[in-house]
């Protein structure tokens, strides 16, 4: 149990997942059409009660497997709720509130101030510097912060000013997607997933400098394939429509867990998009 004034901690993507903050999507629709994947969704239909039929049992699963689950309260003013990997990035120590970007998502934030507050969990705001947390990747002393369009280099460079023993490296990517974490995933110390073709050839090469890149298809990157969520010691939770990389992942020697959230998918999320971990157990 995640006790008040205890310190968050994340230092990696892969690290055992102890405690995590999640959002039911009591009111999440996809009208706003804020993302490319809504926009194609918009005319086939979406069912909030099966959205939350489905997130009810990611959450059971989690807890299954041993991890804290923080439920944040859903409002009706923030349809994009569910998402709390955006408003907000445990870094080492440190919990760090983001401001977003879109106007439908600006006040998220302030329902997590509170829950920090309530805990007695210490946390820095960045102020005047647009950054979402779908854009911030942790592996050890390196951080990768994708340069999107939510995310400005601005904050980029205001992290590394915060946090001078990290490495922090900005990695531009293609507006096609919102976030980084729907290009690229490091799923552990040695194994990354990338979506080809987004991300600038020098930066991929150093990418493939130190990860052995297993790459999503195209048709399994619509259906968000790079969104998985480790839950540590190989495990992650992956869609079963992905089957293709399901494959890859378990011939790489990991235990794919399940859940169908393709629902929730449809407004261009998945798995990490859905959880903000604030603790996991350094190995």
Not at 118 to 125: C, H
Not at 166 to 189: A, G
Request: proline letters at 5%.
């Amino acid at each position: 149990m995640l006790m008040n004034k205890e310190k968050a901690g994340c230092h990696t993507e892969y690290d055992p997942l102890k405690a995590v903050i999640l959002c039911e999507p009591t009111f999440m629709n996809i009208d706003s059409k804020i993302n490319e994947t809504q926009r194609r969704y918009s005319d086939k239909g979406f069912n909030v009660q099966i959205a939350i039929e489905q997130h009810r049992h990611f959450v059971k699963t989690l807890e299954e497997h041993g991890i804290e689950i923080i439920l944040l309260p859903p409002q009706e003013e923030f349809p994009e709720q569910v998402f709390t990997r955006d408003i907000g990035f445990t870094l080492a120590d440190t919990v760090f509130v983001a401001e977003m970007s879109a106007e439908v998502r600006r006040g998220e934030d302030e329902i997590l101030k509170q829950w920090l507050l309530k805990r007695e969990i210490p946390f820095k705001n960045v102020h005047k510097h647009r950054i979402e947390g779908g854009d911030v990747i942790i592996d050890g002393k390196t951080i990768y912060i994708g340069q999107s369009d939510r995310t400005e280099i601005s904050a980029i460079e205001y992290i590394q000013d915060l946090l001078p023993n990290f490495e922090v490296i900005p990695v531009p990517f293609t507006d096609t997607y919102l976030h980084l974490d729907c290009v690229f995933n490091i799923i552990s110390p040695t194994d990354a997933l990338l979506f080809p073709g987004e991300i600038e050839s020098e930066t991929v090469k150093y990418l493939s400098s130190r990860y052995n890149i297993i790459e999503v298809t195209k048709e399994e990157q619509f259906t968000l394939g790079t969104n998985v969520l480790s839950i540590g010691n190989k495990k992650v939770l992956s869609q079963p429509i992905n089957q293709n990389i399901n494959k890859k992942l378990r011939e790489h020697g990991y235990k794919v867990i399940e859940v169908d959230i393709t629902e929730i998918i449809k407004s261009g999320g998945a798995f990490r998009c859905c959880t903000m971990p604030i603790k996991r157990e350094s190995i």
